[in-house]
Structure formats: C-alpha cells, structure tokens
C-alpha cells in the first residue's frame, strides 16, 4: 500500500509564505500525478494545484501566481511553496496522489493545517 505524510502547515501572518511537503512511501511502482487540496470549515475540498508525471502544472485561479508546486522525483516527494498567503487561504491542506501500487488508486495524506491570521 502507500502512506501521504504531509508536513509543513502552520500560522502565518498575512504576506507570509509557507512551504508545504508531502512524502509518499510504500509499495509504488509509478506516480502518475499529485495534488494538493484544501478545505476550510463550511467548505468542499477544492483542488489547490497538481502536477503531472511529465511536470505539467494547473492551479486553481485564486493561488495562481502565489503558489508553486513542484515534485522531487527521486524522494518521491511533492511540494506546495505558498507565498503572498491570505486569510482566505487558512484551511487544512491535503496532498493526494494518483499511484501504481499493488493497483492504481488515489491515496490521501492525513491533512495538515495552515492558519493565516493577524
């Protein structure tokens, strides 16, 4: 099987960046695309961005510009950079992943909070 460990959220102040990680560990054969995800209280979880096997990108319109998402292909690792961070953007942050395994399936990591307040 495979485990999404994200890492990096916290508090930040409006302006501020975070960088965002998540690993992905276990049986994998192939990574064909990862994501992440977001949901605020009251809200659907909403693609952020994602990045293909071939390093094509798509962001959402409201991070466009702000946020970066890249993939260490080697550490089977994919990273948000999130800069200019809003109050809108406070929400938890998910990374997903569409993997080879023992199958092909979506797997999703436990979630990790991003906090941006004055």
């Known amino acids: 099987q495979v485990q999404l460990v994200e890492s990096g959220g916290g508090l930040v102040h409006p302006g501020g960046s975070l960088r965002l990680s998540c690993a992905a560990s276990?049986?994998?054969?192939?990574?064909?695309?990862m994501g992440w995800y977001r949901q605020a209280p009251g809200n659907q979880r909403e693609l952020v961005a994602e990045i293909t096997d071939s390093g094509s990108t798509n962001y959402a319109d409201s991070v466009k510009g702000r946020f970066t998402i890249s993939r260490d292909y080697a550490k089977n690792t994919v990273y948000l950079q999130m800069n200019g961070l809003q109050i809108e953007d406070t929400a938890i942050y998910y990374c997903q992943g569409e993997i080879r395994s023992v199958y092909r399936g979506s797997w999703w990591g436990q979630g990790t909070q991003v906090t941006v307040s004055s």
């Open positions: 276990g049986t994998i054969f192939s990574i064909y695309r």
